[in-house]
T-cell receptor, first 111, second 117 residues
Framework: GDSVTQMEGPVTLSEEAFLTINCTYT??????LFWYVQYPGEGLQLLLK?????DKGSNKGFEATYRKETTSFHLEKGSVQVSDSAVYFC??????????FGAGTRLAVHP | GAVVSQHPSRVICKSGTSVKIECRSL??????MFWYRQFPKQSLMLMAT?????????EQGVEKDKFLINHASLTLSTLTVTSAHPEDSSFYIC?????????????FGPGTRLTVL
């Protein structure tokens, strides 16, 4: 079945460092791909999405490109801030209302 | 974005008792609500999908008699864990979607941590 694998955390970075969180997927066809973020005490929020191969989703300085050749959707940000500390979830649209999530990656950014 | 609340945020109960968790869409009408379960360091797993006024659709392996879902209005869905046991201890998350389109965004609640002693 469809599945999502993302790098284990926690990821600890200094402010202004470059961030990459890896995400790969297994799916039939070419599903839409998503990154969600969960700040402490809050619900998951959609960060960005891509609906077809080679699409780049971007929001708040974060980017991810849908790569069908490597079945990947890695999340990147050029310069992280303390306020980016959160848990990040990669997900795909499994069809029939179903979002399939990765295990989540905790990011901690310190000053 | 739209806001979804859950109540309670944490609950501790004794084995054998039932626990009800509420999920509310605060500023929009949710035609569809979803219930997820998350174990430590693992993915969110979809348990069931509920549409207002109709029976919930459960994912394979989820016991519908144990996890009762009621979507009585366009702003409220409840999940009742009946005869809870320690293995039901988990983090339960709901989400709500406005409109009928499958590509409409899901908005997530902050989750409820259930501990069964």
């Amino acid at each position: 079945g469809d599945s999502v694998t993302q790098m284990e955390g926690p990821v600890t970075l200094s402010e202004e460092a470059f961030l990459t969180i890896n995400c790969t997927y297994t799916a039939t066809g070419y599903p839409s791909l998503f990154w969600y973020v969960q700040y402490p005490g809050e619900g998951l929020q959609l960060l960005l999405k891509a609906t077809k191969a080679d699409d780049k989703g971007s929001n708040k300085g974060f980017e991810a490109t849908y790569r069908k050749e490597t079945t990947s959707f890695h999340l990147e940000k050029g310069s992280v801030q303390v306020s980016d500390s959160a848990v990040y979830f990669c997900a795909l649209d499994g069809g029939y209302n179903k979002l399939i999530f990765g295990a989540g990656t905790r990011l901690a950014v310190h000053p | 974005g739209a806001v979804v609340s859950q109540h309670p945020s944490r609950v501790i109960c004794k084995s054998g008792t039932s626990v009800k968790i509420e999920c509310r869409s605060l500023d929009f009408q949710a035609t569809t609500m979803f219930w997820y379960r998350q174990f430590p360091k693992q993915s969110l797993m979809l348990m069931a999908t509920s549409n207002e006024g109709s029976k919930a659709t459960y994912e394979q392996g989820v016991e519908k008699d144990k996890f009762l879902i009621n979507h009585a209005s366009l702003t409220l869905s409840t999940l009742t864990v009946t005869s809870a046991h320690p293995e039901d201890s988990s983090f339960y998350i709901c989400s709500a979607r406005a409109g009928e389109g499958r590509y409409n965004e899901q908005f997530f609640g902050p989750g409820t941590r259930l501990t069964v002693l």
